[in-house]
């Protein structure tokens, strides 16, 4: 009679394993990534612009890019480095190169059982080299997972964005 209660025991904690455990999947990107917009700089103020072509990559990963060749892009939006405290990007528009490179502190944050960690950034500074860029701001410096505000404004000067 006493083997009675133990095996019901070990047959309801055999059940209790059984269903406690979850096969669901993560149902969001775990990546938080920067947006770039695109604006000219005009008497009345900057507005937004659209290049006509654009192609972007990680400085040292030329063969992995991240756009390819784009046409009429307003905004890019570019995954920081969660290994380093800077990334930098290639931005090519015609025959003219930018390196943009933003540094940042970086902050780990538990999404879920099934997302795991992600990395979430605080951009500290941002800067460009002036070929066809003519300079580059922060507007938002926290960068957050599934956030499509604009983080970074690239300004160009008028005669930049005219097609010649």
Do not use: W
């Not at 997302?115 to 960068?143: L, R, Y």
């Amino acid at each position: 009679m006493k083997k009675y209660p133990a095996v019901l025991l070990m047959f309801g904690l055999m059940l209790l394993l059984i269903f406690s455990c979850r096969e669901e999947e993560c149902d969001q990107a775990p990546r938080a990534n920067a947006v770039f917009s695109f604006l000219t700089i005009q008497p009345e103020g900057p507005v937004d612009t659209a290049l006509s072509v654009l192609t972007v990559y990680g400085e040292t990963r030329k063969d992995s890019l991240l756009y390819d060749s784009a046409s009429t892009i307003e905004q890019v939006s570019l995954p920081l480095d969660p290994s380093r405290d800077y990334s930098r990007f290639v931005f090519q528009t015609d025959s003219l190169s930018d390196t943009v490179e933003l540094t940042y502190n970086r902050h780990q944050k538990f999404l879920s059982h099934e997302c795991g960690f992600i990395t979430e950034f605080e951009i500290q500074q941002a800067a460009t080299t002036n070929h066809h860029f003519d300079s580059i701001a922060i507007v938002k410096p926290q960068v957050n997972i599934n956030d499509n505000e604009t983080h970074i404004n690239i300004y160009l000067s008028p005669a930049d964005t005219t097609g010649n």
